[in-house]
């Protein structure tokens, strides 16, 4: 069992930086593969970023290549996810997912998840 809570979210202007957190409980954080996804006001909620179990191999979606990054310490059970040159477009909810299979996580099916953190990017 894996329980998820995002922290980080708030109000930014377009092209700042936020850096959301996600802090997992359970003994189980080194076996799950954890992932970023957000879901904009009338849309179906979207795959963002990805980090294997071990940390060493990330995965983005086209939309934030560049801009965001993801990372995780398997010391301390959190994943975080940096945004920068962020735009208004990237206003959404944002949420923590994890699951024991890559493709599952890529899929947007996680078995895992937080119940979101609010990005509003806006001048």
């Known amino acids: 069992q894996v329980q998820l809570v995002e922290s980080g979210g708030g109000l930014v202007q377009p092209g700042g930086s936020l850096r959301l957190s996600c802090a997992a409980s359970?003994?189980?954080?080194?076996?799950?593969?954890m992932g970023w996804f957000r879901q904009a006001p009338g849309k179906e909620r979207e795959f963002v970023a990805a980090?294997?179990?071990?940390?060493?191999?990330?995965y983005f979606a086209d939309f934030v290549k560049g801009r965001f990054t993801i990372s995780r310490d398997n010391a301390k059970n959190t994943v975080d996810l940096q945004m920068n040159s962020l735009k208004s477009e990237d206003t959404a909810v944002y949420y923590c997912?994890?699951?024991?299979?890559?493709?599952?996580?890529?899929?947007?099916?996680?078995?895992?998840w937080g119940q979101g953190t609010q990005v509003t990017v806006s001048s």
């Open positions: 997912g994890a699951d024991l299979m890559l493709g599952t996580v890529r899929a947007g099916t996680c078995r895992y």
């Open positions: 359970g003994r189980t954080f080194r076996s799950v593969v």
């Open positions: 980090v294997s179990r071990s940390g060493d191999i990330t």
